[in-house]
């Protein structure tokens, strides 16, 4: 991603927050040093000057306000670009991303382990789109399973199978 995209998301996300009345930096960090692919932007929100409530505000019930502010993020920062040249963004906020990241791959190790042993398709609910897509990139790289959604949102589901 090139410093020029990078600073629009940046800057964005600090107009979004100054809006809010919400005294926060954004600070920049490239996707490949956060567990992402290089081609990722992470921005971090500094949480130092906000209060405790203002976090759980910005980060809502199981993440659904940084998700909301992350999907904005990804569709007004993309929205003239052509699908080839979109950018990625995620915002993270006080390291609930990388928690949630890890919770994420336990998870799918754990499915994983069951599909193989099993042989049937295991079914994962309670995912937020960005989190189904994060399970996706997991396993793409199994060589024996294979993922799909199935579903319309909000009951929209990860199916973990053999291939």
């Not at 960090?29 to 567990?35: A, H, I, P, R």
Request: glycine share 4%; aromatic share 4%.
């Amino acid at each position: 991603m090139r410093e020029q995209q990078k600073e629009r998301g940046k800057e964005w996300l600090e107009t979004l927050l100054n809006l809010m009345g919400l005294p926060a930096e954004v600070t920049l960090v490239d996707g490949d040093s956060m567990t992402a692919s290089a081609a990722d932007c992470w921005l971090n929100i500094n949480e130092a000057n906000l209060s405790r409530e203002q976090v759980e505000l910005l980060t809502g019930p199981k993440g659904e306000s940084l998700d909301a502010i992350q999907y904005l993020a990804n569709t007004i920062l993309n929205i003239t670009a052509e699908p080839q040249d979109h950018n990625s963004f995620t915002v993270e906020l006080n390291g609930y991303r990388l928690k949630r990241q890890s919770e994420l791959l336990a998870i799918a190790n754990r499915i994983a382990e069951q599909v193989r042993a099993t042989g049937q398709e295991v079914e994962i609910k309670s995912l937020s789109s960005a989190e189904r897509r994060q399970m996706h990139t997991f396993f793409q790289n199994e060589a024996d399973l294979a993922t799909e959604s199935r579903g319309q949102e909000p009951d929209r589901r990860l199916i973990v199978r053999l291939r």
